[in-house]
């Protein structure tokens, strides 16, 4: 069986079932039975929305519906302040060695 080749003008081949032509075959729309669709599609909601009524750009970049259109949302400008520091919370202890003044049961040899 011959694969389908395009002439420019039809499908030619062994497997061609009609001169119809899908838009998913056609090398261009120009060839296609479908007409275009008048529509365009919410990207949060899915719904179809004509091209008259357009769509509208969100902040995040997505197109949609002016129903589901929101503003964003004042939290997303807040900024953190930096703690002040002043020093740490917990003041470093003094070290405490191994000697006769503090017996802890554990002498040098244990180590």
Not at 16 to 27: G, R
Not at 44 to 62: A, H, K, N, P, Y
Request: proline share 6%; net charge negative.
């Amino acid at each position: 069986m011959a694969d389908n080749t395009w002439n420019g003008a039809a499908w030619t081949g062994d497997s061609v079932p009609s001169n119809t032509v899908t838009a998913a075959e056609a090398p261009t729309n120009t060839d296609a039975v479908e007409e275009g669709s008048n529509y365009l599609i919410c990207d949060r909601s899915g719904f179809r929305v004509r091209v008259s009524e357009g769509l509208v750009d969100t902040w995040d970049g997505l197109k949609v519906r002016r129903q589901d259109w929101e503003p964003r949302h004042p939290q997303d400008f807040v900024r953190s302040v930096p703690e002040s520091s002043s020093g740490s919370m917990r003041p470093e202890q003094t070290d405490r060695f191994i000697t006769d003044e503090y017996p802890n049961g554990v002498t040098s040899s244990d180590l």
